[in-house]
């Protein structure tokens, strides 16, 4: 390759930046994506790396982190106890966008608890599933969200009815719900950037296939299923605060959704002229894509103004890992009057 | 009324009062109310409630004792015996010690088969209507008829039990006023009707002056709080959940920031033990000084959190308020139970720094003392207490405020990084102790992020599985927990004149335990004591044992774990030890100990 001329973005950054390690996931992962397409929706939304925490549990979904951001903070936890170890991560530092980044068998299975828990905490954090339906790590496992009947090499036929990852979000009453296909990356970085932006949790079910062990044409985690059945719900854009004016967007073709930092979305309706902002609808949306075989894929439910748990927990504007230490003390005084209070 | 003899000499300030009611009867505050009064009658006490794991309908007891020379562990006799549970009646009546004194609630018709105590049936049901209580909350205050009966007998001060409710309805004076009238009125029954003046009596004394009463889980939860407090997630668990309660509890008094209105640490009530410890890690390694409260089986749950937080070093406390075990075991009884639990705690090589408080003064010390440990080392940190510690209350010194700043530990920000003259990396030992050098994210320098994992990793927190740097990393874990020793609390060590032998205690049981060395050495026995602080052991404790003939562990569980761990860390001294254990779910009593020793000496 030549020497090719660095593009700097709006913090005088270049995608060179945003980089991380080189990927040790199989060449063809629908997790390569992921990556990509995060380092590229980072760039371009002028995301200083510095202002970004990144979390996973284990399995190749959570190896993820390692490969976009490397000057972010990042912690690989445990399987299944992401969600724990980003709530208490993020309380330190409320200025912080947290990432984590999990799979299914991370979040479907062992993670069930801690998933649905964050959801209903509303904690603002970007929660990605790289949803595969199989387990990789481990050499080709079925996942909690493999499909009835699936049957996979040296493993019997999955026997059960999936979770759906999407489905359990929303019950979770998650504020921005939304589901993404490796396959199609241009829409999963403008998923990436709202989820950015909003202010809550905000779940993207990816589905991103396994090359090496679940991507028969006729399976629902393949590459070949999806392009086949992907019907997308919107042409989904991002606008920032600053460009919304020069925007032109059509009343009842498009609806506008107003983030809590100012940016918008702007979803230009597709065939279903579906809305976002209904959970309901948004159930309903989900059974009858199961039962039209459909991957519906966009932002699916979406309420900006849902409280988070910051908002909840009385916490101060400071940044609470830089208090000093002298103001984490209570005064001498306070307590004489605690021990008065025992007598 | 004419002056009533008794038949026997006095016993003035030296007794045991157990209460045997229902439980969810409402006993607590006619409980609580005794014993404060006592306390504010100068006389030194303790409250141990031995209570089902039950709302309501099983038996529950709370034995009040009253000492004069301070006594104040369990005690195995009972002298004043109130029956309000026809459940537990004829046992209740056969634990009594002869020439006690048995008060019942005259609705209990159960036979009376002792002639050697002094029993009194109490006109409950009647003294309550008769007092004009709302129907509604006569159940309630029924228990204040033995207070008042109580109060006659043992010459309370009236005005003592009035202060005493008035501190526990906070100063609402509708049920001090409720509970008053039948205290009263249950006085005036019992002077017409006790033909017989108790042997054992109240007298005002100076022994509570400069104490104060407390829990355990009260005072670790403060302190926590003077430690420093940042961040507490926690899972409701008997009998850790009163300390959760309290740092939530003095959170506005405490930590409101007088211009915001917000506080100053938060709280947040997790989904199960595995996420609650998760949330603390998650905070401790961004920067936060964090808590959390669990007993044994929230430890089970918690163990491979803690095995990552120790390797990928990040600072946490949590606590371990012991109830008995294995498996759900007796939730409502305390133990000593999970040291080789705690101590231990992950896969893998483990081992982790224990605080003992032996009071509940030491409670709040080891809490701040705890959150500077933790992140001086960046590593979990545990304090360990039990049911009887952290539920009861218990008369201690008042809490000293800390008398050392808030420790940090080694934590670089930006203008730290910018002045550094080495290279930094997350887990190098540049001090060469052990205890590398952290950053935590918000940290926006160029330099200051990393890559933090429970997997392989070298001095600059990059992924590996190089032999070598595997190895040295371990050691290095290792060189940091052999640095503990010398930061932990020293033992306490009481000394008596020509002891050859020696005793290790540490915790709840130390009332016991010294109450026995003083009976030991009235048998001709003198024994020395080392109460112990925490783990690891340091010289002080090694001196100790090689100093000794020989010595014994006491503590409350099987297996004497405690004194494997003493045994493995000086493997020479091993043959002195001698394991005394007592695993029953109540609480140790001198009187076990003193036999216990003694029937080793003496063989």
Not at chain 1, 228 to 240: D, R
Not at chain 1, 289 to 318: H, S
Not at chain 2, 330 to 355: A, E
Request: hydrophobic share 40%; glycine share 8%.
């Amino acid at each position: 390759m030549g020497a090719k001329k660095e593009t700097l973005n709006g913090i005088g950054l270049s995608k060179e930046d945003y980089a991380g390690a080189p990927s040790t996931l199989c060449r063809g992962c629908g997790h390569n994506a992921i990556v990509n397409q995060m380092i590229a929706a980072c760039y371009e939304e002028n995301i200083p790396p510095e202002k970004v925490v990144k979390f996973s549990g284990i399995g190749c979904s959570s190896k993820a982190p390692t490969y976009f951001l490397s000057r972010s903070f990042g912690f690989n936890g445990l399987h299944g106890r992401m969600p724990s170890l980003a709530t208490g991560a993020l309380f330190a530092d409320t200025s912080l966008i947290g990432i984590g980044v999990s799979g299914d068998g991370d979040s479907a299975s062992i993670g069930m608890g801690q998933f649905k828990h964050v959801m209903r905490r509303n904690l603002p954090l970007v929660y990605i599933i790289a949803n595969n339906g199989v387990y990789g790590l481990t050499k080709g496992q079925i996942s909690a969200t493999a499909e009835e009947g699936l049957a996979l090499k040296n493993q019997s036929q999955n026997m059960y009815m999936p979770i759906d990852i999407v489905w359990e979000a929303l019950v979770g009453r998650a504020s921005f719900v939304a589901r993404g296909f490796s396959g199609d990356p241009k829409q999963l970085k403008d998923l990436f950037k709202a989820a950015l932006h909003h202010r809550g949790m905000a779940v993207i079910d990816v589905i991103s296939p396994c090359v090496t062990f679940n991507n028969k044409d006729d399976t629902l985690h393949s590459y070949a299923w999806g392009k086949l059945h992907e019907v997308a719900l919107h042409e989904l854009s991002f606008v920032p605060a600053a460009e919304i004016v020069t925007v032109d967007y059509e009343k009842g073709q498009t609806a506008k959704v107003d983030l809590h930092d100012g940016t918008h979305i702007i979803l230009k309706k597709l065939e279903h002229g579906y809305e976002p902002g209904d959970r309901g609808a948004a159930l309903q949306l989900l059974e009858e894509a199961n039962r039209k075989q459909e991957l519906v894929t966009g932002l699916i439910y979406i309420d900006p103004d849902q409280k988070t748990i910051f908002d909840i927990d009385y916490l101060p504007p400071k940044r609470l890992n830089r208090v000093p230490a002298e103001e984490l003390r209570p005064s001498r005084e306070s307590l004489n009057k605690v021990n008065a209070l025992m007598v | 009324m004419a002056e009533k003899k008794s038949v026997l000499e006095p016993v003035v300030n030296d007794f045991s009062i157990t209460v045997g009611t229902v439980n969810g009867s409402g006993s607590q505050t006619a409980n609580l109310t005794l014993m404060r009064a006592f306390f504010k009658m100068g006389i030194p006490i303790s409250g141990k409630n031995i209570f089902p794991s039950n709302i309501q309908g099983l038996p529950t007891w709370y034995t009040i004792r009253v000492s004069k020379d301070r006594y104040l562990a369990r005690s195995e006799t009972t002298e004043i015996m109130v029956a309000m549970n026809p459940a537990s009646f004829a046992n209740d009546l056969d634990k009594l010690v002869p020439g006690g004194i048995f008060l019942y609630a005259d609705h209990i018709k159960e036979e009376i088969n002792r002639a050697d105590v002094v029993v009194y049936p109490m006109p409950v049901k009647e003294l309550v209507r008769e007092s004009g209580a709302p129907r509604s909350l006569r159940d309630y205050v029924a228990n204040m008829v033995y207070v008042g009966a109580l109060t006659h007998l043992l010459g309370i001060e009236v005005e003592k039990l009035q202060e005493a409710l008035d501190f526990h309805f906070g100063g609402k004076q509708k049920p001090v006023e409720l509970n008053m009238k039948i205290i009263k009125k249950s006085i005036e029954w019992a002077a017409e009707n006790f033909d017989q003046a108790s042997p054992y009596r109240a007298e005002q004394m100076d022994g509570t002056d400069g104490y104060i009463l407390a829990t355990g889980n009260t005072a670790g939860a403060l302190g926590s709080i003077y430690g420093g407090l940042q961040f507490t997630a926690w899972y409701p668990i008997t009998p850790a959940t009163g300390m959760p309660e309290a740092i939530t509890k003095y959170r506005p008094f405490l930590q409101e920031d007088p211009e915001t209105k917000k506080y100053k640490f938060s709280v947040v009530q997790a989904e199960d033990e595995l996420a609650a410890v998760g949330m603390i890690i998650g905070a401790g390694w961004a920067g936060l000084r964090t808590v959390t409260a669990t007993s044994g089986p929230g430890m089970s749950l918690m163990s491979e959190y803690v095995g990552l937080a120790y390797y990928a070093e990040i600072p946490i406390v949590i606590w371990n308020v012991q109830r008995m075990g294995p498996s759900t075991g007796l939730p409502t009884r305390t133990s000593q139970g999970d040291i080789n639990q705690t101590y231990y705690l992950g896969q893998g090589d483990t081992k982790h720094p224990i605080f003992f408080p032996g009071s509940v003064t030491e409670c709040f010390e080891f809490g701040w003392k705890a959150m500077d440990l933790a992140e001086q080392l960046q590593a979990p940190v545990f304090v360990l207490i039990d049911l009887d510690m952290g539920m009861n209350q218990w008369m201690t010194e008042p809490f000293q405020y800390p008398d050392t700043p808030i420790k940090r530990g080694k934590i670089l920000w930006e203008d730290d990084l910018d002045n550094l003259d080495w290279e930094w990396g997350r887990y190098l030992d540049n001090d060469g102790d052990g205890i590398p050098y952290r950053t935590v994210p918000g940290n926006e320098h160029p330099k200051s992020a990393y890559f933090t994992r429970g997997t392989g990793h070298d001095e600059y927190a990059n992924y590996s599985e190089d032999p070598e740097t595997w190895a040295a990393n371990l050691a290095r874990l290792n060189k940091k927990f052999e640095l503990t020793r010398t930061m932990v609390p020293k033992p306490e060590i009481h000394s008596r004149d020509g002891a050859e032998i020696g005793v290790i205690a540490f915790g709840s049981t130390d009332p016991a335990v010294s109450e026995a060395c003083d009976y030991l050495e009235a048998d001709g026995v003198a024994v020395d004591y080392l109460r112990l602080r925490a783990l690891p052991i340091n010289e002080d404790v090694v001196d100790f044992i090689r100093s000794h003939k020989r010595v014994y562990v006491v503590e409350m569980n099987r297996d004497g774990q405690l004194c494997q761990i003493i045994a493995l860390e000086m493997l020479d001294q091993a043959t002195k030890l001698i394991s005394l254990t007592y695993n029953t779910g109540l609480q140790l009593t001198a009187a076990w100990v003193q036999n216990a020793i003694l029937g080793k000496e003496m063989k």
